[in-house]
C-alpha cells in the first residue's frame, strides 16, 4: 500500500471556479507562446488520425505461442506468454453485481478524466480525440475497435527477493499495436478493464486513486526526460470497486478507473524467467527471438551459437543491462523511489513500468520507501535502488543462460556497476553545474552535501533547483559561499533552525564555500549562463505525493479541475511558471 496521509476537506463549491479560471488563464498563456512557433509547427498539430482509423498489428500474439484455453478463469498457463482474454464493461460485470444497490448514487458518473496529447500524438492521432464518445467506450473496455485482438500476458518473477511462480497481467489486459509515421510501436494496454487467468484472488479492476497516480506520474516522468511507459487517457469507469485501502478489516467502496498505458513492448524481465523455471527452453528462446527481432533488429546479425561469447543473446543481455542502468541512474538522480522493485516490474527496454506506491523524495533520506510492506527490511529503499537493479539483471542472466552461457553472462553483468557509475556521475555534474567532473573531489563533495541533506533533512528537489540560482559575481569564494547560505534561506530551502544552531549554520557555510570555490575553478561559464544549464537538470515541479492526493480527493467527487491544473504544470517541470509557485513547495505538515 501506498503510505500517503490524507489531505484536509476540499470544499468544491468554493474552489472548483477558481481552480479552472487559473487554468484558462495559464492555458491561455501557453497558447499564446506557441503562437509564436512556426506556422509549419502550428499546421502539423492539426494534422493526424481520428481514433477509428489506428491501424492495429498483433505481431506479439502473431509470433508467440498462446494458451489454448479461451474460457476465463483463473489457472497456470504453460507453454505460453499470453491468453487472449476481453476489457468487459466495469458496470455490468460481477464485481459490480456485489456492490449494494444503496451505494451507487455515491459514484461520480463514467467520464474522461484525463487524456495525454502528448502520448496521443506518438500514436499519429489529431488533437482532441480524447474528447469523443468513441474514446470513452474503447478506454473503459466497452468497445474494441477494428484489429485489435486483446489478450494479457503470462509471466513470473521475484517479489521481494522470492521466486512468486506465475504472476501474469492480473489487471492488465493488451488491445493491441500501432506503428507510427516514424517507425515507432507502440502497444496499447488497459489496466483495470476486468479478470484475467492470471487474476488470481483480485478482481481485475483498478480503483481511481491508484489508477490517476499512475496516469499522473507516467507523464510527469516522460517530461522530466526519464525513460517510461506512457499514459494515454485516464477513464472513471462510473462503477464502484471495494478494496481494504489500509488492510484493517473495514472495506470501503471506491470509484474505479481504467489508465491505458502506452509502450513499445511490455515484455518483463519475469517474461523470460518464468518458462525457464518450467525447463521449457524452447519458449525461452522463442521470446528472446521475438524481443530481439522486434525491439533490438540491430543484433540479429550476431550468431546465435552458445559458443560465441558475443552472440545475439549474449548483446541483448548487454542492451538490457545498458537500458536499466541508464533508468535507474535516472532515478536517483531526479529522486525517484519506484517502491515494488520485483522483476516482474523490470522492462527489458529499461523503462519505468508499473507504478504503484512510489514516491519522491521530500526531504532527503537514503532509506526512503513509499512502500509501507517494504518497511521492514527497507529493500527497494532510495539508496538501495541501484543494486537492486543489478540483482534482477542477474535473474534475467540466469534465465538466459541456455543461451548465452556462463561466462559471457557473467562478463556482462560485470559492465553494469561501471555503466552506471559513468551514467550517474554524468548526470550529478550537470545536476550540480560543473562543466568538468573531478572524480576524488567532487564525489567527495557529494557525498558531504548528502550527509547535510539527511541531517537537516533538507527537500531534495527544492535544493538542487535552488543551487542554480547561486551567484559568484566575481567575489571570493568565502563571501560567495556565504551569500550562497542567505540565498537558501530566503528560498526556504535551508530553515531557521539550522541558523540557530551554530554548529549546523558552519557546516553549510563551509559546504557552500567549498562549492563555489569548486565552481570558480573553471572558466567559460558566467552566472546566468551556469543557471541556465542547471535548471534544464533541476526541476522545480514533481508530483509530490501530496499533490496527487489533492486532485484525487477533488477526482473522487467528480472534479477534475486540480488534476488538469496539476497535468499542465507537470508537463513543463523546469519551467519557473511563476503563477503555478504552489506546486513547487514542500509538503505540508498534517
Not at 478463469?73 to 444503496?102: H, L, M, N, W
Not at 516522460?222 to 481494504?244: C, E, N
Not at 556521475?425 to 550527509?451: A, C
Given at each position: 500500500?501506498?503510505?500517503?496521509?490524507?489531505?484536509?476537506?476540499?470544499?468544491?463549491?468554493?474552489?472548483?471556479?477558481?481552480?479552472?479560471?487559473?487554468?484558462?488563464?495559464?492555458?491561455?498563456?501557453?497558447?499564446?507562446?506557441?503562437?509564436?512557433?512556426?506556422?509549419?509547427?502550428?499546421?502539423?498539430?492539426?494534422?493526424?488520425?481520428?481514433?477509428?482509423?489506428?491501424?492495429?498489428?498483433?505481431?506479439?500474439?502473431?509470433?508467440?505461442?498462446g494458451d489454448t484455453e479461451t474460457k476465463n478463469f483463473t489457472r497456470q498457463v504453460q507453454g505460453a506468454v499470453y491468453s487472449f482474454i476481453s476489457p468487459t464493461d466495469p458496470k455490468v460485470d460481477c464485481q459490480t453485481a456485489r456492490i449494494p444497490p444503496e451505494y451507487s448514487t455515491q459514484l461520480p458518473e463514467q467520464k474522461m478524466l484525463a487524456w495525454s496529447e502528448s502520448a496521443a500524438s506518438l500514436l499519429d492521432l489529431s488533437s482532441n480525440q480524447g474528447s469523443t464518445d468513441l474514446a470513452l467506450r474503447v478506454f473503459?473496455?466497452?468497445?474494441?475497435?477494428?484489429?485489435?485482438?486483446?489478450?494479457?500476458?503470462?509471466?513470473?518473477?521475484?517479489?521481494?527477493?522470492?521466486?512468486?511462480?506465475?504472476?501474469?497481467?492480473?489487471?492488465?489486459?493488451?488491445?493491441?499495436?500501432?506503428?507510427?509515421?516514424?517507425?515507432?510501436?507502440?502497444?496499447?494496454?488497459?489496466?483495470?478493464?476486468?479478470?484475467?487467468?492470471?487474476?488470481?484472488?483480485?478482481?481485475?479492476?483498478?480503483?481511481?486513486?491508484?489508477?490517476?497516480?499512475?496516469?499522473?506520474?507516467?507523464?510527469?516522468?516522460?517530461?522530466?526526460?526519464?525513460?517510461?511507459?506512457?499514459?494515454?487517457?485516464?477513464?472513471?469507469?462510473?462503477?464502484?470497486?471495494?478494496?481494504?485501502?489500509?488492510?484493517?478489516?473495514?472495506?470501503?467502496?471506491?470509484?474505479?478507473?481504467?489508465?491505458?498505458?502506452?509502450?513499445?513492448?511490455?515484455?518483463?524481465?519475469?517474461?523470460?524467467?518464468?518458462?525457464?523455471?518450467?525447463?521449457?527452453?524452447?519458449?525461452?528462446?522463442?521470446?528472446?527471438?521475438?524481443?530481439?527481432?522486434?525491439?533490438?533488429?540491430?543484433?540479429?546479425?550476431?550468431?546465435?551459437?552458445?559458443?560465441?561469447?558475443?552472440?545475439?543473446?549474449?548483446?541483448?543481455?548487454?542492451?538490457?543491462?545498458?537500458?536499466?542502468?541508464?533508468?535507474?541512474?535516472?532515478?536517483?538522480?531526479?529522486?525517484?523511489?519506484?517502491?515494488?522493485?520485483?522483476?516482474?516490474?523490470?522492462?527489458?527496454?529499461?523503462?519505468?513500468?508499473?507504478?504503484?506506491?512510489?514516491?519522491?523524495?521530500?526531504?532527503?533520506?537514503?532509506?526512503?520507501?513509499?512502500?509501507?510492506?517494504?518497511?521492514?527490511?527497507?529493500?527497494?529503499?532510495?539508496?538501495?535502488?541501484?543494486?537492486?537493479?543489478?540483482?534482477?539483471?542477474?535473474?534475467?542472466?540466469?534465465?538466459?543462460?541456455?543461451?548465452?552461457?556462463?561466462?559471457?553472462?557473467?562478463?556482462?553483468?560485470?559492465?553494469?556497476?561501471?555503466?552506471?557509475?559513468?551514467?550517474?556521475?554524468?548526470?550529478?555534474?550537470?545536476?550540480?553545474?560543473?562543466?568538468?567532473?573531478?572524480?576524488?573531489?567532487?564525489?567527495?563533495?557529494?557525498?558531504?552535501?548528502?550527509?547535510?541533506?539527511?541531517?537537516?533533512?533538507?527537500?531534495?528537489?527544492?535544493?538542487?533547483?535552488?543551487?542554480?540560482?547561486?551567484?559568484?559575481?566575481?567575489?571570493?569564494?568565502?563571501?560567495?559561499?556565504?551569500?550562497?547560505?542567505?540565498?537558501?534561506?530566503?528560498?526556504?530551502?535551508?530553515?531557521?533552525?539550522?541558523?540557530?544552531?551554530?554548529?549546523?549554520?558552519?557546516?553549510?557555510?563551509?559546504?557552500?564555500?567549498?562549492?563555489?570555490?569548486?565552481?570558480?575553478?573553471?572558466?567559460?561559464?558566467?552566472?546566468?549562463?551556469?543557471?541556465?544549464?542547471?535548471?534544464?537538470?533541476?526541476?522545480?515541479?514533481?508530483?509530490?505525493?501530496?499533490?496527487?492526493?489533492?486532485?484525487?480527493?477533488?477526482?473522487?467527487?467528480?472534479?477534475?479541475s486540480e488534476l488538469q491544473i496539476l497535468m499542465t504544470v507537470l508537463s513543463k517541470p523546469f519551467d519557473d511558471q511563476p503563477e503555478m509557485e504552489r506546486f513547487a513547495q514542500k509538503p505540508p505538515v498534517w
Amino acid at each position: 500500500m501506498t503510505n500517503i496521509e490524507g489531505t484536509p476537506a476540499v470544499n468544491i463549491s468554493e474552489t472548483r471556479n477558481k481552480s479552472e479560471q487559473i487554468l484558462k488563464k495559464y492555458q491561455s498563456a501557453k497558447v499564446n507562446e506557441s503562437a509564436t512557433s512556426s506556422s509549419d509547427e502550428s499546421a502539423s498539430l492539426q494534422i493526424g488520425k481520428q481514433l477509428s482509423e489506428l491501424q492495429f498489428e498483433s505481431t506479439f500474439t502473431d509470433k508467440l505461442p498462446g494458451d489454448t484455453e479461451t474460457k476465463n478463469f483463473t489457472r497456470q498457463v504453460q507453454g505460453a506468454v499470453y491468453s487472449f482474454i476481453s476489457p468487459t464493461d466495469p458496470k455490468v460485470d460481477c464485481q459490480t453485481a456485489r456492490i449494494p444497490p444503496e451505494y451507487s448514487t455515491q459514484l461520480p458518473e463514467q467520464k474522461m478524466l484525463a487524456w495525454s496529447e502528448s502520448a496521443a500524438s506518438l500514436l499519429d492521432l489529431s488533437s482532441n480525440q480524447g474528447s469523443t464518445d468513441l474514446a470513452l467506450r474503447v478506454f473503459s473496455g466497452q468497445e474494441l475497435l477494428p484489429g485489435m485482438k486483446p489478450y494479457a500476458q503470462c509471466y513470473g518473477g521475484h517479489q521481494f527477493g522470492s521466486w512468486a511462480g506465475q504472476l501474469g497481467d492480473g489487471r492488465a489486459i493488451n488491445l493491441g499495436e500501432i506503428v507510427n509515421a516514424s517507425g515507432q510501436r507502440w502497444e496499447l494496454q488497459l489496466k483495470g478493464a476486468g479478470k484475467t487467468p492470471y487474476s488470481r484472488f483480485a478482481d481485475g479492476r483498478a480503483v481511481l486513486r491508484s489508477s490517476l497516480r499512475e496516469f499522473l506520474c507516467s507523464e510527469a516522468m516522460a517530461a522530466l526526460g526519464v525513460p517510461t511507459t506512457r499514459a494515454l487517457s485516464l477513464v472513471l469507469s462510473g462503477a464502484g470497486v471495494i478494496r481494504d485501502m489500509f488492510y484493517s478489516g473495514d472495506p470501503k467502496l471506491e470509484p474505479g478507473a481504467i489508465v491505458c498505458r502506452m509502450a513499445p513492448s511490455f515484455i518483463r524481465f519475469g517474461t523470460f524467467q518464468l518458462p525457464v523455471s518450467r525447463g521449457d527452453s524452447d519458449l525461452l528462446k522463442k521470446i528472446a527471438d521475438y524481443s530481439i527481432s522486434m525491439h533490438y533488429p540491430e543484433l540479429e546479425k550476431y550468431s546465435e551459437s552458445i559458443d560465441d561469447c558475443e552472440n545475439r543473446y549474449v548483446m541483448f543481455l548487454r542492451e538490457v543491462i545498458r537500458k536499466n542502468a541508464e533508468m535507474v541512474a535516472a532515478w536517483q538522480t531526479i529522486g525517484f523511489v519506484h517502491g515494488v522493485m520485483n522483476t516482474d516490474n523490470m522492462s527489458i527496454l529499461g523503462l519505468t513500468i508499473d507504478y504503484g506506491p512510489y514516491g519522491f523524495l521530500d526531504e532527503y533520506d537514503p532509506k526512503y520507501t513509499p512502500n509501507t510492506t517494504d518497511m521492514p527490511g527497507l529493500r527497494y529503499c532510495y539508496s538501495r535502488q541501484p543494486t537492486i537493479v543489478l540483482w534482477n539483471l542477474l535473474q534475467l542472466a540466469q534465465a538466459l543462460v541456455p543461451l548465452t552461457g556462463v561466462p559471457a553472462a557473467e562478463a556482462a553483468l560485470n559492465e553494469y556497476q561501471g555503466i552506471y557509475d559513468s551514467i550517474v556521475t554524468e548526470r550529478w555534474r550537470r545536476k550540480l553545474g560543473f562543466q568538468t567532473w573531478k572524480e576524488k573531489e567532487d564525489q567527495g563533495l557529494l557525498d558531504e552535501l548528502f550527509v547535510q541533506m539527511e541531517a537537516d533533512k533538507v527537500d531534495f528537489t527544492n535544493f538542487f533547483r535552488n543551487l542554480g540560482g547561486v551567484r559568484m559575481d566575481e567575489a571570493t569564494a568565502d563571501v560567495a559561499g556565504k551569500r550562497a547560505l542567505m540565498w537558501m534561506k530566503e528560498k526556504e530551502v535551508l530553515e531557521d533552525a539550522v541558523f540557530e544552531d551554530s554548529t549546523r549554520k558552519q557546516k553549510w557555510q563551509e559546504w557552500m564555500q567549498k562549492y563555489c570555490a569548486r565552481i570558480q575553478s573553471e572558466s567559460g561559464q558566467n552566472d546566468d549562463e551556469r543557471k541556465i544549464s542547471m535548471n534544464r537538470e533541476n526541476p522545480k515541479y514533481i508530483p509530490r505525493n501530496y499533490l496527487a492526493q489533492q486532485a484525487i480527493d477533488k477526482a473522487e467527487l467528480g472534479d477534475d479541475s486540480e488534476l488538469q491544473i496539476l497535468m499542465t504544470v507537470l508537463s513543463k517541470p523546469f519551467d519557473d511558471q511563476p503563477e503555478m509557485e504552489r506546486f513547487a513547495q514542500k509538503p505540508p505538515v498534517w
